[in-house]
Structures are given as structure tokens and as C-alpha cells.
């Protein structure tokens, strides 16, 4: 695979931007225009973290006029503020020796109909903060079969990271030396099933190699129940991970298998409000490289609530413009404690 450096793959990037914005504005009104913003902030002991981002998405029929070639585009900007309210030396070499940095990203997608029930796309983005730089890019496909009842999505990306290379000793006494670049390939495959009208499932798994670690692969279940006369819903989610195999002294942890599970209620308040509530809960083992030393067992809890007010009455089933917030508490047996807050604009142009 060729090498691309940040300098040259943003340039690239930013020439998509142009495209993008240069199609949009030749394109009919009538076409739907979306804008979102949304901001959090996360602090527990350690950290502080400000997440941003800013997304635009164009969905437009006027450029190949038959049914099921709708075309979509989609433009997203991230920024992600990290801040140590407590230094010490691992925290300090986890931020590349400084107090705060900033995370800069952005992705740009494009998505084609080719007839009734069958897509395809392409997508791209980059990533830049002071300890890393990373560049992905792939393709997707997804096609509804069984009249519309089950869809199945494969997606296919590359990754690329730029770092600076670590040269320690490990708690077994081996000398760890990371590579300055990390490249890898994840595939993807998801299924939803329309089970019933009110009953939604939906699958995945999702394989990931590296050239720094061993491969990994993660699995997901879901379920979502609408229960109508409640005018509510209720979801339920378990997820996998599994990062295990022999680990080679170029990466600074060692395997990792985690299991997540989830618990969220939907409920719909007059004609305009949708407030959830939910329960998350996560497990996880984490490996030290030393044989001799102890497996870390991680658990952690998370409590959530959000809401979202629809600013024109319309139909539950048609999308409009929309705010939102959201508030969360999450601790670990690590211990530590944290709290999350965040708003968010949904604005159809």
C-alpha cells in the first residue's frame, strides 16, 4: 500500500471539500439539506474533555432522475480538546508530554443509488493531533432483500497512523520499540431485520488486522421493540471484543477482550419530544505483556439520559429540524468518576 503523509492526503481531502461544495450548490432546492452541530464536555478526575463537530448532508434525486438512484454526500469536522487535571508521568506521555492538546478530524462521504434497494459508496477522513496523525479511506455497499424485510452493508476500509516512536523497558524486562507508522485494514459486515412491524434486529461483526498487534474482531446484537400503545420503545444491545494472539514487542499493551452490554428506553412526550433513559454496562480484561504478571480486570457503569424537541409538528415518521441534550455519569472500578453534558442542532436546510 503507498504511503500517504497528512500534508498531502489533507490537500486531497480538501479538494473534495470543493467538489462537494461546488455540486451542492448547482443542485435543486427541492433536494434535502441537512445541518448538524453538537457540542459535550467530559470531566472526571483525570481528564477534561470538549468534544465539537460540525456535519452538512445532502440527499438528491435531480442528478440521475430514476427511482432508487438517490445520491448522497456528507461533509463532517471534529474537535476534541483533551485537558490532564492531574499530571503525573503516565498522563503526561499519553498526551506526548503536554498538559492539553487539541484532536482535529474530518470525513467526507459519498453514497450512490444504483437501482431500487441496492447503494454504493466511498468515504475518506483524516485525523491530526500532537502525538498522532491517521488517514482512512474505504468503500461500502448495501443491498434490501426479501421485499424490503432484511438489509445486509459491507464495508471495507484502509487505515494509516504516523506516531512517534516509543523506546522503553516493559514490567518483564523486554525492550518495547513502536513503529513510527501502523498500517491496517478493517472489514465490515452488518444486517437489519425488519422482523416485524414493530420489531427491529440488527447484527454485526467486523474484522480488524494491523501491523502492530495481533488481528482483532468484534461482534454486536440488537433489538429494538416498539411498543405502541406506551407510544415508547425499548432497546437492547450486547457487544464483543477480542484483541488476543501473541503480542510482539512494537505495541505498549498488551491483549484485550471486552464485553458490552446496553439497556435504552425511547418514549415519546406530546407531539414534539423524544426523552430516553438508559443503563451501559462494560467489562473488560486486559493482558499485561509480562506472563508473570496479572490479568487487570476493567468494569465500568454508565447512566444516561437525553431528550430531543422537534421544532415543526410533523409526523413522527418524517424528519425535521430538531434540539437536543443529553447528560450522562460514568464510573469504573479503577476507580474514577465522570460526568458528561451536551447539546445539539438538527437543522434541515
Avoid: C
Avoid at 40 to 64: C, E, G, M, P, R
Avoid at 130 to 138: A, D, E, L
Avoid at 297 to 307: E, I, K, L, P
Amino acid at each position: 500500500m503507498a504511503n500517504f503523509n497528512l500534508k498531502t492526503y489533507s490537500i486531497a481531502f480538501m479538494a473534495g471539500v470543493a467538489v462537494l461544495l461546488q455540486s451542492t450548490y448547482a443542485l435543486s432546492a427541492s433536494s434535502t439539506h441537512r445541518a448538524d452541530v453538537a457540542g459535550s464536555v467530559y470531566q472526571d478526575d483525570l481528564y477534561t474533555v470538549t468534544n465539537s463537530s460540525a456535519a452538512y448532508s445532502l440527499n438528491t434525486s435531480k442528478i440521475f432522475a430514476k427511482q432508487g438512484r438517490e445520491t448522497g454526500l456528507g461533509l463532517n469536522i471534529t474537535n476534541k480538546s483533551i485537558s490532564l487535571n492531574e499530571t503525573d508521568a503516565r498522563s503526561l506521555e499519553l498526551l506526548g508530554g503536554n498538559e492539553s492538546i487539541n484532536v482535529l478530524g474530518a470525513s467526507l462521504s459519498l453514497d450512490q443509488g444504483i437501482a431500487v434497494g441496492t447503494s454504493v459508496g466511498v468515504f475518506g477522513g483524516i485525523q491530526d493531533s500532537p502525538v498522532n496523525g491517521s488517514q482512512y479511506f474505504g468503500g461500502r455497499v448495501s443491498q434490501w432483500w426479501l421485499h424490503d424485510t432484511i438489509q445486509t452493508s459491507l464495508e471495507i476500509r484502509k487505515n494509516n497512523m504516523e506516531q512517534e516512536s516509543l523506546d522503553f523497558t516493559d514490567v518483564d524486562g523486554k525492550r518495547i520499540i513502536t513503529p513510527d507508522q501502523i498500517e491496517g485494514t478493517n472489514i465490515g459486515l452488518q444486517v437489519t431485520h425488519m422482523a416485524t412491524t414493530s420489531t427491529i434486529m440488527k447484527y454485526g461483526y467486523s474484522l480488524t488486522q494491523r501491523t502492530d498487534r495481533p488481528s482483532a474482531w468484534s461482534g454486536f446484537a440488537e433489538g429494538r421493540q416498539y411498543i405502541t400503545p406506551a407510544k415508547g420503545a425499548v432497546h437492547l444491545n450486547y457487544s464483543y471484543y477480542s484483541n488476543v494472539g501473541k503480542i510482539q514487542p512494537i505495541t505498549d499493551y498488551g491483549t484485550v477482550e471486552a464485553h458490552s452490554a446496553a439497556l435504552t428506553w425511547k418514549q415519546k412526550l406530546g407531539k414534539r419530544t423524544l426523552w430516553s433513559a438508559g443503563y451501559r454496562f462494560h467489562y473488560e480484561t486486559e493482558d499485561p505483556r509480562a506472563v508473570e504478571s496479572d490479568f487487570k480486570h476493567v468494569g465500568s457503569d454508565y447512566y444516561f439520559t437525553s431528550a430531543a424537541y422537534r421544532l415543526a409538528r410533523q409526523p413522527w415518521s418524517q424528519s425535521t429540524s430538531e434540539i437536543s441534550a443529553l447528560a450522562g455519569y460514568y464510573m469504573s472500578n479503577e476507580p474514577a468518576k465522570g460526568y458528561i453534558f451536551g447539546l445539539g442542532l438538527t437543522y434541515f436546510l
